[in-house]
């Protein structure tokens, strides 16, 4: 069984940094692409950052030179690096592989507020 497991969430002022991760354990076979989705109180699930197996990425424009996203192939393991935080970054942070299926986390939370 298939198993995602996010971590690193939590509080932070505006200006701060986080770093997330995300681990995968199971026979999840080969993963074409991993990324990093949020949800905000009553929005949509939107993208953040996605990067291939060849390790092209790919980001929103509202987190664009802001956030980092970075695997670790060995360990299933995808990461994301978040400076600068805003208050509006304020979410639920998702991760997703898709491998010969998609996978989900269940989130974690990340507060910027003061």
């Known amino acids: 069984q298939v198993q995602l497991v996010e971590s690193g969430g939590g509080l932070v002022q505006p200006g701060g940094s986080l770093r997330l991760s995300c681990a995968a354990s199971g026979s999840i076979g080969r993963i074409n692409a991993m990324g990093w989705y949020r949800q905000a109180p009553g929005k949509e699930r939107e993208l953040v950052a996605t990067?291939?197996?060849?390790?092209?990425?790919n980001y929103a424009d509202s987190v664009q030179g802001r956030f980092t996203i970075s695997k670790d192939d060995a360990k299933n393991t995808v990461y994301l690096q978040m400076n600068s935080l805003k208050p509006e970054d304020t979410a639920v942070y998702y991760c997703?592989?898709?491998?010969?299926?998609?996978?989900w986390g269940k989130g974690t939370l990340v507060t910027v507020s003061s």
């Open positions: 990067i291939t197996n060849g390790g092209t990425t």
């Open positions: 997703d592989i898709d491998a010969s299926r998609t996978y």
